[in-house]
């Protein structure tokens, strides 16, 4: 696959030629829903060709070992980059107004869009977007913190529209991002940029409605770039990018230096200098374990992640990823220290089985990975291979649960299909308080 020259994030917009391209329009304050509800669309506005061809040509690259990951350009506010959700909302009273409810609530999947027709994006998007109706005001998500591949196959900028932005339309809260590996790939025989619609429409300098919103009010995101630290009261979210491969995910290496191993260390490092009692999350597109379907581990990633764990003694309370196509949820650890990985990659696009036709499923709890000397106990908890569905978490001073809850529920239903909670001060898995 050839690589194409890099850009900054800034505010000139992208789609797939980097020439002569319409700017973004700055209006000075973020908007989120539309004013008005609308009937789910039954087509996509501008229809997804077949990417067989392209697909081929993957596949023969990769079988000659010729992929690798693709340099990306650094993000601004270096060695940390940093960003507030008193910054993405535009106001000021955020930490005294989430500090008297005692807890904050967001949502997290991945793996929304959808090349074939909206509908299973819609029924995760409508059974989101019905998280705002609730008794306690206290209940209501903050935002959306999605774990990568927004649009598929390539990130193609003109598929923005029917695949983030159509969908979201009635999601009333901000959607941040990391960039899952479609949204960095780059189709072979094209001229695009990999990031490109991504960094126009998840980093822009200001906030701005971009052309890809094809009219909607949605403003495009302030992240700083491709990894961050998301700051919120109660949470922090380190967030990585794991590039462009199928498997596994890269961080650092040859190709792409060590900037992100660099800037993983500042942040585990303020978060020990500045004692931070708050829930802490890693969140990268690929994950670190899977149990079964089409991808596999990130072993690489995870031992370079885990060094400076090690190295800075600040470990996360959780860790979340995408990519899978489906849910699961594992624990990492026994006694002392008890870690969830979790994957959240059935968002919209696409469910992969964890068993073959005909094969008997997985029971769980299921041992994958046993104790050993330099090894941790991995145990696969629970898993969702049948439905498209999301995370909704809610942290408090003292805890982290993260449920699980399908959207073949229907917004009349409030209770998750599974869940886990975390003691922040003890680091073992109990049950919620709230």
């Given at each position: 696959?050839?690589?194409?020259?890099?850009?900054?994030?800034?505010?000139?917009?992208?789609?797939?030629?980097?020439?002569?391209?319409?700017?973004?329009?700055?209006?000075?304050?973020?908007?989120?829903?539309?004013?008005?509800?609308?009937?789910?669309?039954?087509?996509?506005?501008?229809?997804?060709?077949?990417?067989?061809?392209?697909?081929?040509?993957i596949?023969?690259?990769?079988?000659?070992?010729?992929?690798?990951?693709?340099?990306?350009?650094?993000p601004?506010g270096?060695?940390?980059?940093?960003?507030?959700?008193?910054?993405?909302?535009?106001?000021?009273?955020?930490?005294?107004?989430?500090?008297?409810?005692g807890?904050?609530?967001?949502?997290?999947?991945?793996d929304?869009?959808?090349?074939?027709?909206?509908?299973?994006?819609?029924?995760?998007?409508?059974?989101?977007?019905?998280?705002?109706q609730?008794?306690?005001?206290?209940?209501?998500?903050w935002?959306?913190?999605?774990?990568?591949?927004?649009?598929?196959?390539?990130?193609?900028?003109?598929?923005?529209?029917d695949?983030?932005?159509?969908?979201?339309?009635?999601?009333?809260?901000?959607i941040?991002?990391?960039a899952?590996?479609?949204?960095?790939?780059?189709?072979?025989?094209?001229?695009?940029?990999?990031?490109?619609?991504?960094?126009?429409?998840?980093?822009?300098?200001?906030?701005?409605?971009t052309?890809?919103?094809g009219?909607?009010?949605?403003t495009?995101?302030?992240?700083p770039?491709?990894?961050?630290?998301?700051?919120?009261?109660?949470?922090?979210?380190?967030?990585l990018?794991?590039?462009?491969?199928?498997?596994?995910?890269?961080?650092a290496?040859?190709?792409?230096?060590?900037?992100?191993?660099?800037?993983?260390?500042?942040?585990?490092?303020?978060?020990?200098?500045?004692?931070?009692q708050g829930?802490?999350?890693?969140?990268?597109?690929?994950?670190?374990?899977?149990a079964?379907?089409?991808?596999?581990?990130?072993t690489?990633?995870?031992?370079?992640?885990?060094?400076?764990?090690?190295?800075?003694?600040v470990?996360?309370?959780?860790?979340?990823?995408?990519?899978?196509?489906?849910?699961?949820?594992?624990?990492?650890?026994?006694?002392t220290?008890q870690?969830?990985?979790?994957?959240?990659?059935?968002?919209?696009?696409?469910?992969a089985?964890?068993?073959?036709?005909?094969?008997?499923?997985?029971?769980?709890?299921?041992?994958?990975?046993?104790?050993?000397?330099?090894t941790?106990?991995?145990?696969?908890?629970?898993?969702?291979?049948?439905?498209?569905?999301?995370?909704?978490?809610?942290?408090?001073a003292?805890?982290?649960?993260?449920?699980?809850?399908?959207?073949t529920?229907?917004?009349?239903?409030?209770?998750?299909?599974?869940?886990?909670?975390?003691?922040?001060?003890?680091?073992i898995?109990?049950?919620?308080?709230?």
């Amino acid at each position: 696959m050839t690589r194409r020259p890099q850009r900054t994030p800034s505010t000139q917009s992208s789609n797939t030629s980097t020439t002569d391209t319409p700017s973004a329009e700055p209006i000075g304050k973020p908007v989120f829903s539309q004013p008005e509800p609308t009937a789910d669309p039954s087509r996509f506005k501008i229809a997804h060709g077949s990417d067989s061809a392209a697909y081929q040509s993957i596949d023969a690259l990769n079988r000659e070992h010729k992929l690798r990951p693709m340099p990306f350009p650094p993000p601004r506010g270096l060695p940390e980059p940093r960003l507030t959700l008193a910054q993405v909302l535009a106001r000021d009273d955020l930490d005294a107004k989430i500090a008297a409810a005692g807890q904050i609530v967001f949502h997290a999947v991945g793996d929304t869009g959808n090349t074939r027709g909206p509908a299973s994006q819609n029924l995760v998007a409508d059974k989101l977007a019905s998280d705002f109706q609730e008794h306690e005001p206290k209940e209501i998500p903050w935002f959306f913190f999605h774990l990568g591949d927004v649009i598929y196959s390539f990130g193609e900028a003109k598929y923005y529209y029917d695949q983030f932005y159509e969908p979201y339309r009635e999601y009333p809260a901000p959607i941040l991002a990391l960039a899952g590996n479609h949204d960095g790939m780059v189709a072979p025989d094209t001229d695009a940029t990999t990031l490109a619609a991504f960094l126009d429409n998840f980093c822009q300098a200001e906030f701005a409605v971009t052309p890809e919103a094809g009219g909607l009010s949605r403003t495009a995101q302030i992240q700083p770039g491709v990894f961050f630290t998301f700051e919120a009261p109660f949470i922090r979210i380190l967030v990585l990018y794991s590039n462009t491969l199928e498997d596994p995910g890269v961080i650092a290496g040859d190709d792409l230096g060590t900037s992100q191993l660099d800037y993983l260390k500042a942040a585990l490092s303020r978060v020990k200098a500045e004692n931070y009692q708050g829930a802490l999350i890693i969140a990268h597109h690929h994950p670190a374990f899977t149990a079964g379907g089409k991808h596999g581990w990130s072993t690489d990633m995870l031992a370079q992640i885990d060094r400076i764990c090690a190295d800075t003694g600040v470990w996360p309370h959780a860790v979340l990823s995408a990519h899978a196509h489906n849910y699961q949820r594992f624990t990492r650890g026994q006694g002392t220290t008890q870690i969830p990985y979790i994957i959240a990659g059935n968002g919209g696009h696409g469910i992969a089985p964890l068993s073959r036709r005909g094969e008997v499923p997985p029971r769980v709890p299921m041992v994958i990975q046993p104790a050993g000397k330099g090894t941790d106990q991995v145990v696969l908890e629970s898993y969702d291979d049948q439905d498209y569905g999301y995370l909704r978490l809610v942290v408090t001073a003292t805890q982290l649960r993260i449920e699980y809850h399908p959207a073949t529920d229907g917004a009349a239903a409030k209770t998750p299909d599974d869940s886990v909670t975390v003691d922040l001060s003890s680091r073992i898995l109990v049950h919620f308080t709230g």
